[in-house]
């Protein structure tokens, strides 16, 4: 069996997840791990397929063929991949909430902090909504941290902690104890 990541983005309408239901389970594929969502009228998303290997080639041709509806790449994940199916990551996982006034910068600043110290986003949502009081809106950040088990995650928190006072916003990391989906 062959692994496929398939992106996409469109202008949103109904069905579009259905137009590319159909053209994996056409191709005798398996739809695995998806991560879909409408973003300012368009639909995008990220989907890992498993299709038998000598239907991967028609699979991956049948989706360029979509592009009067939805723009998609798809890319082969070898058997050595670091993340194939089944595989488990290293390190503990950490949840972190932020919010604050909204500004220039700060997943570039957060995510600054979190290279530095090895940790790799496993997950990542924002959103910029009005305050309740007049005067700006508010930025929040929901994000999943998957942190090796080699970093130091009591300097992970100062840093973020000491990033969250300069930024002048509400951060809070606590381990994350949501079962994973794998």
């Known amino acids: 069996m062959a692994t496929l990541v398939i992106t996409v983005i469109g202008d949103d ?47 991956a041709e049948a989706l360029g063929e979509l592009g009067g509806v939805l723009e998609t790449t798809v890319q082969l994940v070898g058997d050595d991949a670091d993340a194939g199916p089944g595989t488990v990551p290293e390190g503990d996982l950490l949840h972190l909430d932020l919010i604050g006034n909204d500004r220039p910068g700060i997943v570039k600043e957060i995510s600054a902090v979190l290279a530095e110290q090895g940790v790799s986003v496993e997950d990542l949502q924002t959103k910029v909504v009005p305050a309740p009081q007049a005067g700006g809106d508010l930025f929040a950040a929901k994000a999943r941290l998957r942190v090796p088990g080699t970093a130091d995650q009591g300097a992970l928190r100062q840093a973020l902690e000491a990033l969250a006072s300069e930024l002048l916003v509400d951060l809070d990391v606590e381990a994350d104890d949501q079962p994973e989906w794998e």
């Not at 973003?39 to 038998?52: D, E, M, N, S, Y």
Request: no cysteine.
């Open 13 to 59: 309408r109904p069905g579009l997840v259905n137009v590319l239901a159909d053209a994996v389970a056409g191709h005798g594929g398996s739809w695995e791990r998806s991560q879909l969502a409408e973003l300012a009228g368009k639909f995008a998303g990220i989907v890992t397929v498993q299709v038998p290997d000598s239907r991967a080639p028609a699979l």
